[in-house]
């Protein structure tokens, strides 16, 4: 069996992707600020085809001095699209070149974007050098204090695993997934291609995300499920995994059993994030516990492996 979590990571020095950064013009010191990232996403997992198709809306909101000609995006399932993408790079200087020799169909991609900023049509490129980093040039300069929704469709061919993105057969680790726009600081833009080291440099904002998939997976994702239905599911799932584990389980056996032909559809809600994980197997065990925090708040903990 394999062992999941979803964990809030230390940001690494970015001192390594200084040659990525686009720099404002250097003069007088800004104030501090954040830019607000928010975002609703609606998504349909095709575990036949290992593919994600969905879209998605992201509301920009520039708490920056500057007005703000375009937006740089990442877009970082395209990182295992070929073998010139900086993560495939990284891979081989670390010594490992299993990507770089890997099968056609285990490589993966996003397909079908047309990003739109108000529901107008905006034109976009990728980057020159970076399959997974785009750049969205918006109808009219996004002026300070103010804030514009970027949407596109998209389709996401999944990898297989060779990082944090990617399967293994029907067990899905979905960490990167979406269109996500760069940091935007004191400093200028910080576009920067994926590499499984330090990618977790984004802006904070709410997420609203609804997921479809065969109604016999476990789902344990970033934020509060709000379906009514899957709470119960889960917690049917809890009282059957707590009878299994007392009685022991053969763990030299581990298939992967049939995907229900009927759809669930769950909604999670997070607020005061930078960032959206889901982690998907139908063979995963469920444990639930809760925390009390200093403050009087209940905190409910789940344990999916």
């Given at each position: 069996?394999?062992?999941?979590?979803?964990?809030?990571?230390?940001?690494?020095?970015?001192?390594?992707?200084?040659?990525?950064?686009?720099?404002?013009?250097?003069?007088?010191?800004?104030?501090?600020?954040?830019?607000?990232?928010?975002?609703?996403?609606a998504?349909?997992?095709?575990?036949?085809?290992?593919?994600?198709?969905?879209?998605?809306?992201?509301?920009?909101?520039?708490?920056?001095?500057?007005?703000?000609?375009?937006?740089?995006?990442h877009?970082?399932?395209?990182?295992?699209?070929?073998?010139?993408?900086?993560?495939?790079?990284q891979?081989?200087?670390?010594?490992?070149?299993?990507?770089?020799?890997?099968?056609?169909?285990?490589?993966?991609?996003?397909?079908?974007?047309?990003?739109?900023?108000?529901?107008?049509?905006?034109?976009?490129?990728?980057?020159?050098?970076?399959?997974?980093?785009?750049?969205?040039?918006?109808?009219?300069?996004?002026?300070?204090?103010?804030?514009?929704?970027?949407?596109?469709p998209?389709?996401?061919?999944?990898?297989?695993s060779?990082?944090?993105?990617?399967?293994?057969?029907?067990?899905?680790?979905?960490?990167?997934?979406?269109?996500?726009?760069?940091?935007?600081?004191?400093?200028?833009?910080?576009?920067?291609?994926?590499?499984?080291?330090?990618?977790?440099?984004?802006?904070?904002?709410?997420?609203?995300?609804?997921?479809?998939?065969?109604?016999?997976?476990?789902?344990?994702?970033?934020?509060?499920?709000?379906?009514?239905?899957?709470?119960?599911?889960?917690?049917?799932?809890?009282?059957?995994?707590?009878?299994?584990?007392a009685?022991?389980?053969?763990?030299?056996?581990?298939?992967?059993?049939?995907?229900?032909?009927?759809?669930?559809?769950?909604?999670?809600?997070?607020?005061?994030?930078?960032?959206?994980?889901?982690f998907?197997?139908?063979?995963?065990?469920?444990?639930?516990?809760?925390?009390?925090?200093?403050?009087?708040?209940?905190?409910?903990?789940?344990?999916?492996?």
């Amino acid at each position: 069996m394999r062992l999941f979590c979803l964990s809030v990571f230390l940001l690494l020095p970015f001192l390594l992707f200084s040659q990525t950064l686009k720099p404002s013009n250097p003069q007088t010191p800004k104030p501090y600020f954040q830019q607000e990232v928010n975002y609703k996403i609606a998504a349909t997992l095709n575990d036949s085809a290992h593919t994600l198709a969905g879209n998605i809306e992201i509301e920009y909101v520039n708490n920056s001095p500057d007005a703000l000609p375009e937006i740089w995006m990442h877009l970082w399932g395209n990182a295992f699209k070929n073998r010139n993408s900086a993560f495939c790079r990284q891979k081989l200087r670390d010594g490992s070149a299993r990507f770089y020799f890997a099968d056609e169909q285990d490589l993966g991609y996003f397909k079908n974007l047309e990003f739109t900023a108000n529901g107008q049509k905006v034109e976009w490129r990728f980057d020159k050098k970076n399959p997974d980093i785009a750049l969205l040039k918006l109808p009219q300069p996004l002026a300070p204090g103010s804030r514009v929704t970027i949407a596109t469709p998209f389709l996401l061919k999944i990898p297989a695993s060779f990082s944090r993105l990617g399967h293994v057969g029907t067990s899905y680790q979905m960490t990167q997934w979406y269109p996500k726009p760069a940091v935007y600081d004191h400093k200028g833009w910080h576009p920067m291609p994926y590499l499984d080291m330090g990618e977790f440099y984004s802006e904070f904002g709410s997420f609203d995300v609804t997921l479809t998939l065969p109604d016999n997976y476990v789902v344990g994702a970033t934020g509060v499920l709000q379906t009514s239905s899957e709470i119960e599911f889960l917690a049917k799932k809890e009282t059957e995994s707590r009878e299994k584990l007392a009685k022991g389980v053969d763990k030299t056996k581990d298939p992967f059993p049939a995907s229900s032909p009927t759809a669930k559809t769950i909604r999670y809600t997070a607020d005061r994030v930078h960032d959206f994980a889901w982690f998907a197997d139908k063979r995963f065990f469920v444990l639930k516990d809760t925390a009390r925090l200093a403050s009087g708040r209940t905190v409910d903990c789940w344990a999916m492996f």
